[in-house]
């Protein structure tokens, strides 16, 4: 039986077992994919909005020439850190459930391959994030291969009409991308304007290319169908359909909150997130925590690596007291 299971290698689940490790706890960390998964989903040019020490874990240094650093040195630089401290890592497992048994938890997981296992630990730490479930617009087409919820790389759409939804800063990084390599660019967005999240050095870029024409506009307006040929969007009870070979859906994501409720963890107010303890990040369940963009449920844009890393400190600090007191009363 572990001491902590810790669920997702994102950076916020690095820091717990980085925490884990040196507070001499055993740990595990179980991750569905491959270490900082969601980092790798991010576009492939992709420039972070801060500077490298607000990324660093573990005390560990991110050094870079830039003052903002890229996605292609945070991926290096979190491999560094893993490598550092030996972290024990099993990839490539998914967690299916979590259940409270006997003063613990029995947590199953299954591999890529399909074969089942059950781990046992004293307390969890979900740091699941919330990269990996976007938001779903629910209309006809949206499944359709040439359609994505993840925007990586702009070459593809060298001479394609390509439709951009959204309008904070990653439809807007997006469609500058994609207009400079070629495609030619519609941004849809249901806001009066360009949200007011976007990058302050990508925003006059943005606006001065919609305002010149190079990159198309639909503003007031939804997308209602994606067909094998364009995107049908609605605008003041107006329907217009906007040829496009490549739909990227921009509509942001969310965490696995199912796999915490049906574990107890009540899921509450206009946020829709976990109930927890915000010293401590404890749940309403006794002996599981979160850490992580999954804190603030639907409103995880507001938990970022810079302030996320901090969890895994805490939470650590709070199981390691727990532990000690059981240990000294048995």
Not at 37 to 42: A, E
Not at 235 to 257: K, S
Not at 297 to 308: C, K, L, V
Request: hydrophobic content about 45%; some cysteine; charged content about 25%.
């Amino acid at each position: 039986m572990h001491d902590v299971l810790i669920i997702g290698g994102g950076p916020a689940g690095l820091a717990a077992a980085i925490a884990a490790s040196k507070a001499r706890l055993d740990y595990l960390v179980l991750e569905k994919g491959v270490l900082v998964n969601s980092l790798l989903h991010y576009p492939t040019n992709m420039v972070f909005f801060t500077t490298p020490e607000l990324l660093e874990i573990g005390g560990v240094p991110f050094t870079s020439p830039y003052e903002k650093p890229t996605r292609q040195e945070a991926l290096r630089y979190y491999r560094k850190v893993a490598d550092a401290f030996g972290l024990e890592i099993t990839f490539g497992e998914t967690v299916t459930a979590i259940r409270a048994v006997d003063g613990g938890f029995e947590v199953d997981g299954r591999s890529a391959g399909g074969a089942a296992r059950v781990h046992r630990a004293r307390t969890v730490v979900a740091a699941i994030g919330a990269y990996d479930r976007p938001n779903r617009l629910g209309i006809p087409g949206e499944d359709l291969p040439r359609v994505s919820h993840y925007y990586t790389e702009a070459h593809v759409g060298f001479r394609k009409p390509v439709v951009v939804v959204g309008g904070k800063n990653s439809a807007a990084e997006a469609a500058l991308e994609l207009f400079r390599a070629g495609a030619r660019v519609t941004l849809v967005h249901r806001g009066e304007t360009l949200g007011a999240s976007i990058k302050y050095w990508v925003r006059p870029d943005i606006e001065n290319r919609i305002k010149e024409g190079s990159i198309g506009a639909r503003f007031r307006s939804t997308p209602v169908e994606i067909r094998p040929d364009a995107v049908v969007v609605a605008c003041d009870g107006r329907q217009e359909a906007i040829p496009a070979d490549l739909v990227f859906l921009m509509t942001g994501y969310r965490p696995d909150l199912d796999l915490l409720a049906r574990a107890g963890v009540i899921i509450e107010g206009e946020a829709v997130a976990p109930r927890h303890d915000p010293t401590t990040f404890e749940t309403n369940v006794a002996g599981l925590y979160i850490a992580g963009a999954v804190v603030a449920g639907a409103e995880s844009g507001r938990i970022f690596i810079e302030n996320g890393r901090f969890h895994g400190q805490q939470v650590i600090e709070a199981i390691r007291k727990v532990l000690t007191l059981k240990n000294a009363e048995c």
